[in-house]
């Protein structure tokens, strides 16, 4: 059965800081992994998108890695800022489904 | 932006009563899907739907779920006899091509189904 963990489930930091969420996978055949953002009460909006044939995608001050062999993807971001404050999603995309973890809750305090 | 639309944002049933919650998803976009959230829990996949008929389903799209694309436009799920486990977050999703190639998928903000 296919599992995505994310280690922390909560993490609080000082703006300013660089940062890194965990996420590890048992799929060894995913097609792709993703990254999104959910603010409370909303939906959830795509950040990075990375297929399996690649190591690494950038956006802005995010980027996002991933290490098909051993079945972990980071996320990283740099510069951390008060609207970056939310809940961090990974979800390994298979043929037609993404499995999600359960998230880590990024508190970034100006 | 384009962006994935669900109506209502909070729905309110009591046990035993069907619901339809609907979508608009973004039009150039050709793959549907339904997933839900219990409330602490992770996204959960529901279905597919593509091409006029549902692609994959999961243990949980059982036959008290069914899904429509009744026009070109909307894309509705129903639930024929909710129950109180069925109270969760239910999102929409659409995206150009599956969700396994690079082609990311866009989510509604969800609407909030609360069964009593």
């Known amino acids: 059965k296919q599992e995505v963990t994310q280690i922390p489930a909560a993490l609080s930091v000082p703006e300013g800081e660089n940062l890194v969420l965990n996420c590890s996978f048992t799929d060894s055949a995913i097609y792709n992994l993703q990254w999104f953002r959910q603010d409370p009460g909303k939906g959830l909006t795509s950040l990075l998108l990375?297929?399996?044939?690649?190591r690494e995608q950038t956006s802005g001050r995010l980027n996002a890695s991933l290490d098909k062999s051993s079945g972990r993807s980071t996320l990283y971001i740099a510069a951390s800022q008060p609207g970056d404050s939310a809940t961090y999603l990974c979800a390994e995309g298979g043929s037609e489904k993404l499995v999600f973890g359960k998230g880590t809750k990024l508190t970034v305090n100006p | 932006e384009p962006e994935v639309t669900q109506t209502p944002s909070h729905q309110v049933t009591q046990m035993g009563q069907e619901v339809i919650l609907r979508c608009v998803p973004i039009?150039?976009?050709?793959?549907f899907y339904w997933y839900r959230q219990i409330l602490g829990q992770k996204v959960e996949f529901l279905v597919s739907f593509y091409n006029n008929e549902i692609s994959e389903k999961s243990e949980i799209f059982d036959d008290q779920f069914s899904v429509e694309r009744p026009d070109g436009s909307n894309f509705t799920l129903k639930i024929r006899s909710t129950k109180l486990e069925d109270s969760a977050m239910y999102f929409c999703?659409?995206?150009?091509?599956?969700?396994?190639?690079?082609?990311?998928?866009?989510f509604g903000n969800g609407t909030r189904l609360t069964v009593t």
């Open positions: 999703a659409s995206s150009e091509a599956l969700a396994g190639t690079n082609s990311p998928l866009h």
């Open positions: 039009s150039n976009h050709l793959y």
């Open positions: 990375i297929q399996s044939s690649q």
